[in-house]
């Protein structure tokens, strides 16, 4: 076992002599709400932390153990993360890395830098523990449906033992490789996703100008080259300007692309589709519409 009286095994294949797995999540916002309640209903042990705390208040109701704060250890076998940016997960990182026992597995959903990533890896490592990125696609849907994909990145050995935890989470696991290669994936993922996004915006404001009823498009389209989840769940919405409720941040988006340009600068790789969708995604935001849904980019194109 991770964490008993008895001496303390570093080896993530302790998991397997445990019942169930005690988890805890930190970071209750859209998606991490959402995971959170599909572990609980699981049956895993559930206890949970946000910086807002009423956002814990629904978990606490169906029987989820609220932690007061950070400056304690965690009597958790994985701690998972999901939270906004990197400045948000370093800050956390801080609070819990002087308290991570070793065995223990740190798995971060949210969608950080490699960079970022890796140098947290290294001080966990020290501690004798696992950080693992797991950042994910499928938005809020696939979190409440529990049909995520997972893109995996650190130590394979314990990755494989988090087979329970994700169980209620996803429909797909694929381990990309050593640390942050998780986080690279999820970057390739956004660019499709973004320069997709704007595409579909221009598609429908092309369609409502030239007179064709816009919200026939995703049906149309369905199952054919252009067919995508992110068609048939935007185009309806902006045919109809129905932004609500919020499944995807313009912001989240935004900090993404951000992230993908920076990261091919680094490798001096011009990559002028996602340069473009990411001045579409700013627009947006200067417009005081970061926190509204990515649908909502249809406005830059239909006034």
Not at 111 to 139: C, K, Y
Not at 231 to 239: H, N, T, V
Not at 246 to 253: A, E, G, I, M, R
Not at 265 to 284: D, E, G, K, M, T
Request: glycine share 8%; charged share 15%; net charge neutral.
């Amino acid at each position: 076992m991770l964490m008993n009286s008895s001496p303390v095994s570093t080896d993530p294949l302790a998991l397997r002599e445990r019942a169930g797995v005690r988890v805890a999540f930190l970071g209750i916002g859209l998606m991490g709400s959402r995971m959170s309640t599909r572990l609980l209903q699981a049956g895993h042990h559930l206890s949970i932390w946000n910086r807002t705390r009423a956002a814990t208040e629904p978990l606490a109701a169906q029987g989820a153990q609220v932690l007061p704060d950070l400056s304690q250890p965690i009597e958790a076998d994985v701690i998972g993360l999901c939270l906004a940016d990197d400045a948000a997960v370093q800050q956390v990182a801080s609070q819990i890395m002087p308290q991570l026992q070793a065995g223990q597995i740190v798995v971060d959903f949210s969608s950080i830098t490699a960079e970022t990533t890796r140098d947290l890896a290294q001080l966990a490592q020290a501690r004798g523990a696992f950080w693992v990125d797991a950042p994910v696609s499928g938005g809020v849907i696939g979190a409440e449906q529990g049909t995520l994909v997972i893109f995996a990145g650190g130590d394979s050995t314990a990755i494989a033992q988090l087979t329970d935890f994700f169980a209620p989470l996803s429909q797909r696991v694929t381990h990309m490789g050593a640390s942050g290669a998780g986080q690279v994936t999820k970057i390739c993922n956004q660019l499709i996703v973004a320069a997709n996004s704007t595409l579909i915006a221009e598609a429908v404001a092309l369609a409502q100008r030239a007179g064709v009823n816009a919200s026939q498009l995703a049906p149309a389209l369905a199952g054919g080259f252009a067919d995508s989840k992110p068609l048939q769940i935007l185009a309806p919405r902006m045919a109809s300007q129905t932004f609500e409720p919020v499944q995807w941040k313009v912001q989240t988006l935004n900090k993404d692309l951000n992230n993908a340009l920076n990261l091919a600068q680094s490798f001096s790789l011009s990559i002028p589709v996602a340069q473009h969708a990411q001045q579409r995604l700013q627009q947006q935001v200067d417009a005081g519409q970061a926190a509204a849904d990515l649908s909502s980019i249809i406005q830059l194109y239909v006034k």
